[in-house]
Each structure stands twice: as structure tokens, then as C-alpha cells.
């Protein structure tokens, strides 16, 4: 045998060893509420949020975020981020979860309330536990403090989210096919200012409808437009069949005037009078 291939498989050997004697994942079988499986559901928070922690040592527990809706899991590993090897209770070590009920101390919402000092087991620099997960499905909102047996800590919070409002539902109105345009009560312009006026119609999102403005003492509000300049804006979506239109302008001189809207074929046509003021 060549000392070339001698020296690979006794480096090979060295790193099998290192392996099997670095191993850090673990099974729990004394507390059936750690690495819960995931059900169709839960899920693991995909945002990310910190909170101030009670401990330097609290980053050695490593978690995606601080902060947890009601019913998501949370998950989280334990890893030996210092120079010393850490004394854990238990064999292997679990954790617990305290909660403050309301007179300032901390109570146990899961796990012992204690850890198991009849066994130990150590964590050595740089190596990990194994991936714990619980599920807060039932749990109230609040601070809650994850206690692990290497004399660990670190605080999430589990907050509720509001109750999603329902899908607003349209009334039926088949009967409600005449075409129609409202516009808006209009305040009071100043000259020389741009303004926008505005309204609803049941033409669809997209149709352009057109309007004008003039003067009061201009012509009559009935006659025809003549050769008046109009101006096109498109209708907006809205919902349960009623769209929205606005429409800008700027108005030089001061007085009462109209502005009257209708689509192209002027098969509905709205027409209101505003007041326009010196600047």
C-alpha cells in the first residue's frame, strides 16, 4: 500500500471518528412536547423580529424571530457559541416554557418545572443540539421565556392577530342596467388654484367619460356643447358595480360655474354648480 492511499484512509478514519464523536443530534423521548412534527396548518414564521433578552447567552438559543402569531410553531436550536464547555441537566437536555401570569413571576406553561440534575450531559464549544419545536396553537398573548437545561434563556412573544373581516357581499340588482354618472358634492374653489372633482358612475373601469366646465352666465346648462372644450378622464374600479371618475381643472377667473359629465355617447350626463372664489 502506497503511504499516499495509507494517509487518505487514515485521515478518512480521523474524520469518521470526529464525526460520531461530535454528533449533537438528539431524541427526546422524555417529554413528548419537544420537536413536535408539523401538521397541515402550522407552519414556522417567515418574518423576523428581535426582542431584548434577559441574557448575554440568550443568542447562543437560535431562532429565525423573537416574535410569534398564536398557533405557529416555534423552532429553535441550541448552540454553544463560547470558549467553556456548558454543564446541561438531563441526557439529553430539554427545555421548558415559563409565562408571567399576572403577579410577576414565572410560571410553567410547558415542560418540568424543574430540569433532570440526575443526569448530565455536556455541551462542548461550537456544537449544537438538537432542533426543538412546540406549537402555541391555544396559547395566550404574552412574553413567554424559553428555559433550557444548559442554563439557558431566551423571551419570545406570542401575539394574536385580528380577526380577518369578511369579503364585503354585493347585492343583487339585475334590474340596475341604466347607465348612470353621480358626481360629488363640490366645495368651494379659489382662481388660480388646480382642484379635482369627483363622482361615480356603473360605467366599467377603463370608459373614458368626458366633461366640461363653464361659466354660468356663459350659456344655458341644457343647451348643446357646441364647440365648448372637453376633456376625457377613465373610470376607476370600484366595487359591487359602482366605479369611481375625477376630473382636474384650474379656473382663472372667479364666479359660478358648471361642470357636466357624460360619456362619449351621452347616454347618462350629470351636471353640478360650484362657486369659485378670489385667490
Known amino acids: 500500500m502506497t503511504p499516499f492511499r495509507t494517509t487518505g484512509i487514515l485521515f478518512l478514519l480521523v474524520l469518521i471518528i470526529t464525526l460520531l464523536a461530535g454528533c449533537t443530534s438528539f431524541t427526546d423521548e422524555k417529554n413528548p412536547n419537544v ?64 409565562f408571567q401570569p399576572g403577579h410577576g413571576t414565572w410560571a410553567t406553561r410547558m415542560g418540568s418545572e424543574k430540569p433532570n440534575e440526575s443526569e448530565k450531559s455536556p455541551l462542548m464549544p461550537g456544537a449544537s443540539t438538537q432542533v426543538y419545536r412546540f406549537v402555541t396553537t391555544g396559547w395566550d398573548p404574552g412574553r413567554y421565556r424559553i428555559v433550557h437545561d444548559c442554563g439557558l434563556e431566551r423571551e419570545i412573544l406570542i401575539r394574536s392577530l385580528p380577526a380577518a ?45 368626458q366633461y366640461t366646465i363653464f361659466s354660468v ?21 370600484g366595487s359591487c358595480g359602482t366605479n369611481t371618475w375625477s376630473a382636474l381643472g384650474e379656473i382663472q377667473a372667479t364666479g359660478e360655474f358648471f361642470i357636466r359629465v357624460s360619456d362619449t355617447g351621452r347616454n347618462a350626463t350629470a351636471t353640478k354648480r360650484f362657486t369659485v372664489f378670489p385667490p
Open 35 to 98: 420537536n413536535v412534527s408539523l401538521t397541515p396548518g402550522q407552519s414556522v414564521t417567515s418574518y423576523h423580529a428581535t426582542l431584548h433578552q434577559p441574557d448575554a447567552r440568550s443568542d447562543y438559543v437560535k431562532m429565525d424571530t423573537d416574535i410569534y402569531n398564536i398557533g405557529e410553531v416555534v423552532e429553535f436550536v441550541v448552540t454553544n457559541d463560547g470558549s467553556r464547555t456548558l454543564d446541561c441537566s438531563g441526557n439529553p437536555p430539554t427545555f421548558s416554557v415559563k
Open 165 to 209: 373581516i369578511p369579503a364585503a357581499t354585493c347585492p343583487v340588482n339585475a334590474s340596475n342596467t341604466t347607465p348612470w354618472i353621480i358626481i360629488d358634492t363640490i366645495d368651494d374653489q379659489y382662481a388660480a388654484r388646480p382642484f379635482t372633482i369627483q363622482g361615480t358612475t356603473n360605467f366599467p373601469a377603463g370608459q373614458e367619460i
Open 217 to 237: 352666465t356663459s350659456e344655458n346648462t341644457t343647451s348643446s356643447p357646441g364647440d365648448r372644450d372637453f376633456f376625457t378622464t377613465a373610470v376607476q374600479e
